[in-house]
T-cell receptor, first 117, second 116 residues
Framework: DARVTQTPRHKVTEMGQEVTMRCQPI?????VFWYRQTMMQGLELLAY????????DSGMPKDRFSAEMPDATLATLKIQPSEPRDSAVYFC???????????????FGDGTRLSIL | AQKVTQAQTEISVVEKEDVTLDCVYE???????LFWYKQPPSGELVFLIR??????QNEISGRYSWNFQKSTSSFNFTITASQVVDSAVYFC?????????????FGEGTQLTVNP
């Protein structure tokens, strides 16, 4: 079965350090999402891309977070500088959308568990 | 704005019992998709089902069944003859293209515990 691949699975680092999370979407999917899961906020959308173009990043703190898709097989989410409140599980998901409609549902990667000390 | 409400925070049942997880949604879009995802203790999010707003047929897949009712804006999920392996957090989600693009709006999740 095709899967969304996220690396690293776990990351522990000190406050102030740069964190980079990577995602390889399912081949053929044209839309990539970044979600964050915390106990307090639940699952929330940070940003998403279609055909590598950013469509919405309103869920991201712009001063420290950045999301990019250097190519169709790689999406990155960076935090610089990281803060303890960024500790969460970060999920990447991909899907296929044509004309704004979902041809295939969003499938999620296993997530990156991030701890900022 | 769109919203998904899962009123049941936690449910505990004994193996072989049937259990229904409730989901109520709000959207002004006429075209939307509804989803259920399972998050087992290992943490990954597993896709279970997607329905679009034009298809109100109920669906059955093995021990799982889904009841979609537009009149009550509900998309409930029933597990028949529950098993310990069904223990997980279950999320209902909504994607409404017109007003919110392709993003998923998730409910708070229902923690299901199936005891042997």
């Amino acid at each position: 079965d095709a899967r969304v691949t996220q690396t690293p699975r776990h990351k522990v680092t000190e406050m102030g350090q740069e964190v980079t999370m990577r995602c390889q979407p399912i081949l053929g999917h044209n839309t990539v999402f970044w979600y964050r899961q915390t106990m307090m906020q639940g699952l929330e959308l940070l940003a998403y891309f279609r055909n590598r173009a950013p469509l919405d990043d309103s869920g991201m703190p712009k001063d420290r977070f950045s999301a990019e898709m250097p190519d169709a097989t790689l999406a990155t989410l960076k935090i610089q500088p990281s803060e303890p409140r960024d500790s969460a599980v970060y999920f990447c998901a991909s899907g296929l959308y044509v004309g704004g409609y979902s041809n295939q549902p969003q499938h999620f990667g296993d997530g990156t568990r991030l701890s900022i000390l | 704005a769109q919203k998904v409400t899962q009123a049941q925070t936690e449910i505990s049942v004994v193996e072989k019992e049937d259990v229904t997880l409730d989901c109520v949604y709000e959207t002004r879009d006429t075209t939307y998709y509804l989803f259920w995802y399972k998050q087992p203790p290992s943490g990954e999010l597993v896709f279970l089902i997607r329905r679009n707003s034009f298809d109100e047929q109920n669906e059955i897949s093995g021990r799982y069944s889904w009841n979609f009712q537009k009149s009550t804006s509900s998309f409930n999920f029933t597990i028949t003859a529950s098993q310990v392996v069904d223990s997980a957090v279950y999320f209902c989600a909504l994607s409404a293209t017109e007003t919110s693009g392709s993003r998923l709006t998730f409910g708070e999740g229902t923690q299901l515990t199936v005891n042997p």
